[in-house]
């Protein structure tokens, strides 16, 4: 299914369907196709909202993950909306997370998918094989339990990332930014709902990450998927939206 992008200043975003709102962030490789199954699924009961992080369009000094923080703040304000349903995937997570600290009041609820801010693996010197298509191809893969779910139109994407000079660029300023941002010392000021969601096969955000976030988030829980890689919204769909629909309808059915 094709989303329609809307635009607005230096803003793109897709946002379906009617109610309370569900706000979706992509990660550092992401794009919308990571949650077509979520949009799809959830649009039919409530407003789901996904920005296009502006990962390779703000000038490099405010290219970081606060920056990423400011543009989501920014455009949550344009748009008027209120008491999200955030659900953030790796670095997506992350940006959520730090919304969540600077906006508490207007964040409902907070669903971590493999994010990162606490420990992430780093691409690190795996860069000088970055025009290796076949390395790519198996790095992209390893993103999965199944390295089959790492599509030639995937790969391309992330290799056209990593071979452009601006783009590759862009993404080791962000990726350096999150590194130095762990939140560990900060995770008990979050007191609402949180929802965490891992694969036990996720080789960048290992389940032990989703383990620590369980004890450092007071009201959280914790869903560890079986055959599941860096991806769940992608990798295991049917059983990423049950989970998030037995959490929306926990808090709701609380309110």
């Known amino acids: ?45 409530y407003k789901v909202v996904i920005p296009l992080l502006p990962l390779y369009r703000l ?6 993950v606060m920056g990423m923080v400011d543009h989501v703040d920014e455009f949550v304000k344009m748009r008027g909306l209120k008491n999200l349903n955030l659900i953030g995937n790796s670095l997506g997570g992350h940006i959520g997370l730090l919304y969540t600290l600077r906006r508490m009041e207007n964040v409902h609820s907070l669903t971590l998918t493999a994010s990162s801010g606490l420990f992430e693996a780093s691409l690190g010197d795996q860069y000088p094989r970055k025009s290796d298509y076949e390395f790519i191809k198996r790095k992209t893969g390893e993103t999965f339990y199944d390295p089959a779910l790492a599509t030639k139109e995937l790969v391309d994407e992330v290799y056209d990332i990593v071979n452009t000079r601006d783009k590759a660029l862009r993404t080791i300023f962000i990726a350096k930014s999150a590194l130095r941002h762990n939140l560990r010392d900060d995770l008990a000021k979050i007191t609402i ?9 996720d080789t960048i955000t290992p389940p032990f990450v989703g383990e620590e976030f369980h ?6 829980e914790l869903t560890i998927l079986d055959k599941c890689g860096h991806a769940p919204m992608m990798e295991l769909p049917e059983q990423f939206n049950a989970c998030m629909e037995r959490f929306l309808h926990k808090i709701y059915s609380k309110a």
């Open 193 to 201: 709902p949180c929802n965490l969601i891992w694969g036990a096969a």
């Open 215 to 220: 004890k450092l988030l007071s009201h959280s």
């Open 1 to 45: 299914m094709q989303f329609q992008i809307q635009e607005e200043g230096e803003f793109k975003w897709v946002e379906q369907g009617e109610g309370e709102v569900i706000f979706l962030l992509h990660g550092l490789f992401g794009a919308l196709s990571n949650f077509a199954d979520t949009i799809n699924h959830f649009s039919a009961q």
């Open 59 to 64: 000038e490099l000094e405010r290219t970081s």
